[in-house]
């Protein structure tokens, strides 16, 4: 079997704050080959983003207590200095976040911001990082962009800077990609675009994306693979098909009930997952998800509330609940 392009091998990220100790990813696994795309799907607190903070090394040292392992390309993230890990978020991995207006300076136009990245990271002059950023601009198709380069954020719409962030991220061809909810902020005609341009780039290039989102539908459209988390540990993971065709855990099933379907009645009501994510600084024992479950008695409830359900092997289809393959798919048919 080929090594995989990104490989996270039991990561824990603590956070030690006034209150206790934030235990944000507890043991994380999982892999993400070249040409192909990872869905993190889960609800807010459920670590996704705190994880992919981690591969690109952006937390502060200071707060966050990080181990296990991530390799990138065979390269160990964890432990690596500071002028390695700024290499990495140049040339290797990229992140797209969810609010480009936080990401991109008001101050400066769209086409100095991408020119700046590319120079930063290639020493390349002026010129050659301003036609750069306006063959970045064409690529993610803005229109105009010999003009465009020289607008500001302000005069982007929501789509354009989404686009704009699209381009900053990708100006050094980076490897891997990680687009946290990247479409949540835009309107569906938009998202689907931004979604289809994602898909494209990654056909032309073969980047490795990492797609963070609370979203099975976005997921449902661009992933070849999916991770379920929940309070900050894998619940269930396989894919794309293997998700939405024959989900297994109970909390994957919530988030399935909660999304709107096409196939589904127009008065079918949209069932969210009751009860609420627990707090990361008292994570509940055993399944954490057995507060919100409907079938810990079924399964054994000493055995939900007292030992925590691990996730199997690292590779193909699997889920951390203690209901039998036959239980499962009797609930969910
Ligand atoms: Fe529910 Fe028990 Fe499965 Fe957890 S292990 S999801 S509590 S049935």
Known sequence: MSTPFLSVRDLIVDFHTEDGVVHAVDGLSFDVDKGTTLGIVGESGSGKSVTNLAVLGLHDPETARISGGITLDGEELIGASRSTMERIRGNKAAMIFQDPLTSLSPYHTVGRQIGEVFRRHTGASRAAARDRAIEMLTRVGIPQPKT?????????????????????????????????????????????????????????????????THDLGVVAATAHDVLVMYAGRAVERGTVREIL?????????????????????????????????????????????????????????????????????????????????????????
């Open 148 to 212: 465009r380069v020289d607008d500001y954020p302000h005069q982007f719409s929501g789509g354009m800077r989404q686009r704009a962030m699209i381009a900053m991220a990708l100006v050094c061809d980076p490897d891997l990609l990680i687009a946290d909810e990247p479409t949540t902020a835009l309107d569906v005609t938009v998202q689907a675009q931004i979604l289809d341009l994602l898909r494209d780039l990654q056909e032309q290039t073969g980047t490795a994306i990492i797609l963070i």
């Open 245 to 333: 065709g024959e989900p297994r855990h109970p909390y994957t099933w919530g988030l399935l009930a909660s999304m709107p379907r096409l196939s589904a009645p127009v008065d079918l009501p949209l069932r969210p997952v009751r009860g609420t994510p627990p707090s990361l600084l008292n994570v509940p024992p055993g399944c954490p998800f057995h507060p919100r479950c409907d079938y810990p008695d079924l399964a054994g409830p000493e055995l939900c509330r007292t030992v925590r359900p691990e996730l199997s092997p690292h590779r193909g289809h699997g889920d951390a609940c203690y209901l039998t393959l036959a239980q499962k798919r009797e609930i969910h048919r």
